[in-house]
């Protein structure tokens, strides 16, 4: 069974940082392409980074410059680390696995808030 769980969100003033981490079990996560989506209230979910197996990493046109994708494959945690953020990227942060070329496993999410 896979399964995701996310970590390290909460309160951060604009300019702030936070690094989100995404432990997986049931999947090796060096062997699939591995994400991070977010979903703000009233908003569609919205793609912010992936890595793919061969450590390859794409980034929404938002975040780029900011956030940066990570794994370890040691611990089996994919990270994300969000420098200068802003107030629009307060959201609910999910971590997410393919399976059969879709997005197929999903974590719970964490809250990221960020005062202005």
């Known amino acids: 069974q896979v399964q995701l769980v996310e970590s390290g969100g909460g309160l951060v003033q604009a300019g702030g940082s936070l690094r989100l981490s995404c432990a997986a079990s049931?999947?090796?996560?060096?062997?699939?392409?591995m994400g991070w989506f977010r979903q703000a209230p009233g908003k569609e979910r919205e793609f912010v980074a992936t890595i793919n197996p061969n450590g390859r990493k794409s980034y929404g046109d938002s975040v780029k410059g900011r956030f940066t994708i990570s794994r370890d494959n040691d611990k089996n945690t994919v990270y994300l680390q969000m420098n200068s953020l802003k107030p629009e990227d307060a959201a609910v942060y999910y971590c997410?696995?393919?399976?059969?070329?879709?997005?197929?496993?999903w974590g719970q999410g964490t809250q990221v808030t960020v005062s202005s």
């Open positions: 049931g999947r090796t996560v060096s062997a699939y392409v």
């Open positions: 997410a696995s393919t399976g059969g070329n879709v997005w197929r496993y």
